[in-house]
């Protein structure tokens, strides 16, 4: 299966941040030092049935992604 | 100076693919094997005035990562 | 396999412009009278090894919907 | 009224699920068997003054796509 | 006609800069110094006839919108 | 420091209106009659550490600038 965007990791589900109608997903990232997270639905989470552990794509499209130069 | 965004890393350009309108700006990443790549606007990749080598900030917000689950 | 998002259809690819950075391609939908469309860089495109008549998973974040009523 | 978007629908508002600052409206569609999803702030879907049964105008811009590939 | 953006404001067409797939629309806005600009393919561009002087509704959801604190 | 994006204003915070994961920050602008807002997570609002009163930079992607015309 293949994706259609320039960005993508594979990462650990850390911890899930449940709200009333989104879910924050905190990710540990294999080969970077810095944490990761992604907001969804709340149903969108549960539809992934997502826990601490898990082993998830993280897939970002290429025009998502600002780049800022000091 | 602070951005309200969830994914931050550094990075180095690798490379520019110029468009018409758009720019790809291919990047390597300092903690992970694979690269990365943004899309803007030519325009905007003129005034970061972009080439390879420069060191750049990458900005995700969360609401734009989607997670995957076999 | 399952993604992160609300909006899931089937759509076969119809057509694709290519520009010097970006394609877009162009879809058919099974069960809708309206095409869609989406935006990739020509680089997504050519990994995907899009061409018409190609089934393709069509995935939209519920964020990035937008309403409007009259 | 024309929108600069590739995508657009019409659909029928399902269902509101509201959260403290975000509200997700779920849509059955007219042409398609799927439904969809909408996230918004509350505010805005208070704006919109939404409620099940009413018609909407969908609108999703070509570069929110993501296209997947078996 | 009702939006659900956060975002909403009134400008003037500048110029239209046309690539192979996208198409930059430059903007001039009312109450603002600044100057604004869309992306969009260029077959949106065209479906509304976009020129310059062409008064539009530029709309943007809050969750596209990055903070920044210095 | 520059931004690779199109839309660039400065804002100040007026209120912030916080849901179990997500935080609108609703912004005046200087140059503009009309308010704005911002989404992001609650997390990121108290990384920036956001009050009523601050100067905040407001960064738009271009591409996430939809146009409606008349």
Do not use: W, Y
Not at 25 to 51: F, I, N, P, Y
């Amino acid at each position: 299966m293949k994706f259609g965007a320039r960005n993508q990791v594979t990462a650990t589900v850390e911890e899930l941040v449940e709200g009333g109608v989104m879910c924050q997903v905190k990710l540990g990232q294999v080969d970077a030092s810095a944490g990761m997270s992604s907001v969804m639905t709340l149903e969108s989470a549960r539809d992934l049935d997502l826990k601490p552990g898990d082993r998830v794509r993280v897939v970002v499209k290429a025009i998502h992604v600002l780049l800022v130069k000091d």
